[in-house]
């Protein structure tokens, strides 16, 4: 069974950092491409991140670019989401997904997702 | 940056209904368009994927249409289990985008 499972958030001072991980099981890790996305309180999905398998290629949404950074660990399972200069607008549930292989990149499974709340 | 917009923001249906979600793409996006559905405090579960691709074990009263910059999402048969929000996103162009969501209601 795929699992995705994100642990890292809580409580931070606006301007301060965090790192998500997300631990992963039930596929063969190394060879899927992931994707974080948020969801602001009572708001919308909002697309962040997307790092190939083998970690080569990475991309990011307006809103979180220069200021956030992906990573992946093959050895040891695990996605993560470097977040620094963070603001209020970040506070959301950051889900972790996985890619589907092949020519499509559409998610095909999601975490249950990790909330970030950014207060003082 | 590709914009996606959806229609209606919310929809009032009741049991058995035919109902269709709209999804219009900022600029051409092929076919590559999926639709999800989320439910209150869960994780968004994949329902199409490739504007008409039925995932598997996902019910056939869901369908989706569409090309291009306009696509739609059906439920035919409306079951109590489908009362939820429902997203669609673009995965042509990064950065992959998002509809602000159409949440369907009991009538």
């Known amino acids: 069974e795929v699992q995705l499972v994100e642990s890292g958030g809580g409580l931070v001072q606006p301007g301060g950092s965090l790192r998500l991980s997300c631990a992963a099981s039930g596929f063969t890790f190394s060879t899927y491409s992931l994707n974080w996305v948020r969801q602001a309180p009572g708001k919308g999905l909002e697309w962040l991140s997307y790092?190939?398998?083998?970690?080569?290629?990475?991309h990011y949404g307006d809103s979180v670019k220069g200021r956030f950074t992906i990573s992946r660990d093959d050895a040891k399972n695990s996605l993560f989401l470097q977040m620094n200069s963070l603001r209020a607008a970040d506070t959301a549930v950051y889900f972790c997904?996985?890619?589907?292989?092949?020519?499509?990149?559409?998610?095909?499974?999601w975490g249950q997702g990790m909330l970030v709340t950014v207060s003082s | 940056d590709i914009q996606m917009t959806q229609s209606p923001s919310t929809l009032s249906a009741s049991l058995g209904d035919r109902v269709t979600i709209s999804c219009r793409a900022s600029?051409?996006?092929?076919?590559?368009l999926a639709w999800y559905q989320q439910k209150p405090r869960k994780a968004p579960k994949l329902l199409i994927y490739?504007?008409?691709t039925l995932e598997s074990g996902v019910p056939s009263r869901f369908s989706g249409s569409g090309s291009g910059t306009e696509f739609t999402l059906t439920i035919s048969g409306l079951q109590p289990d489908d009362f939820a929000t429902y997203y669609c996103q673009q995965y042509n162009t990064y950065p992959y985008s998002f509809g602000q969501g159409t949440k369907l209601e009991l009538k």
């Open positions: 790092i190939s398998y083998g970690g080569g290629a990475t």
């Open positions: 997904a996985r890619v589907v292989r092949g020519s499509g990149s559409y998610i095909d499974y």
């Open positions: 490739e504007a008409s």
């Open positions: 600029q051409s996006i092929t076919s590559r």
